[in-house]
């Protein structure tokens, strides 16, 4: 099953592929993720990346290509993409990459939620240094055994970059919206409440487009 999860920052993308991953059985397909581990490995590819992520720009096209076309190679049978595509160029990309291996979307779900709720995730969110795991500091705050200094802010989820993720997610993402939404694979769903609920709400559009998916010629 090839699935695309989008939608503004801090719509729970990653929490939700990374779910939807395991119970699938799904390769977890995440942009910034890759970007992130290459900025940590200091290659060529994160220095130049770094400027971007870290200031909350989008990354060149071009960049963020070769990262997603390796991962989507490997996995091409089964894979929850999460942060791609960003941009229509993004979106015209995968569509002929994955018409030429005739390896259509099944679903392309859109995760809505208000500004306001975006803005608290973020910039209460903070990441354990070692294993990545998340935590809001109101919601979903750290258990007792976690050492709380190794919990860090990322630096594009301070305020600055906050706010220029936003702009960049309605100047080049949301058209991504208009893309597909015209396609019979395309869902949006509410991404506000419980990471459960959202989990429900996913399942129900999924078993609606692998349904669909199956009925089509
Ligand atoms: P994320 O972990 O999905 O929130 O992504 C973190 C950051 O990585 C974004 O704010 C961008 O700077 C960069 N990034 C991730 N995916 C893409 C993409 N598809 N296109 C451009 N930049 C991206």
Known sequence: MRIVLFGPPGAGKGTQANLLAERKSLAHISTGMLLRAAMKAGTQLGRKAGEYVNSGRLVPDTIVRSLAEEAISDDIEGFVLD?????????EWLTSFLGERSAPLQAIICIKIREEVII??????RVHRKTGDNYHLDFRP??????ASALVQRP????????????EYHRATEPVISYYEED???FSVDGEGDVKDVRRRIDDVLERALAAASSRP
């Open 156 to 167: 594009d989820d301070r305020p600055e970059a906050i706010k220029k993720r936003l702009s």
């Open 184 to 186: 019979e694979a395309f």
């Open 142 to 147: 750290p258990p007792p055994n976690v050492d």
């Open 120 to 125: 608290s995730r973020l910039s209460k969110r």
């Open 83 to 91: 942060g791609y595509p960003r941009t229509v160029q993004q979106a």
